[in-house]
């Protein structure tokens, strides 16, 4: 799915983004059953202000989601996922594993 959106200062970001979700059933020998379930999303095209962003990566800033854009001089640069993408892209995962 191809996402959109502004960072507070001012860039314009555009990810094609897929999340899929994987599972399955583990019977035990008592005959009880647990299910899981994994995730995997990958990151395929990006774009902020229109150049291309090459290895982008998902991460964690200060407790926010983010994306790991590259480097500008020695500093390592983020882009925050606003909160409606990021409940897109994580929620069910998050709420999953609250139980």
């Known amino acids: ?3 959109t959106w ?3 200062a001012g860039a314009e970001v ?5 999340v899929e979700r994987f599972g399955g059933k ?3 020998p008592d005959g009880s059953e647990a299910h899981f379930y994994r995730w995997a999303r990958a990151i395929s095209d990006m774009t902020v202000n ?10 964690k800033v200060n407790g926010a989601d983010a994306i790991c854009v ?3 001089e020695q500093t390592m640069a983020f ?5 409606e ?3 897109e892209l994580f929620g069910e995962e998050r709420r999953a594993n609250q139980n």
Do not use: C, H, W
């Not at 555009?14 to 897929?18: L, V």
């Not at 229109?50 to 991460?59: A, C, K, S």
């Not at 882009?79 to 909160?83: A, E, F, G, K, T």
């Open 70 to 72: 590259g480097r500008v």
């Open 26 to 28: 583990t019977t035990y």
């Open 85 to 87: 993408i990021a409940e």
């Open 1 to 3: 799915m191809q996402y």
């Open 6 to 8: 502004k960072t507070s």
């Open 50 to 59: 229109g150049q291309p962003i090459e290895n982008p990566t998902f991460t």
């Open 14 to 18: 555009k990810a094609d983004i897929t």
């Open 79 to 83: 882009v925050l996922i606003p909160d």
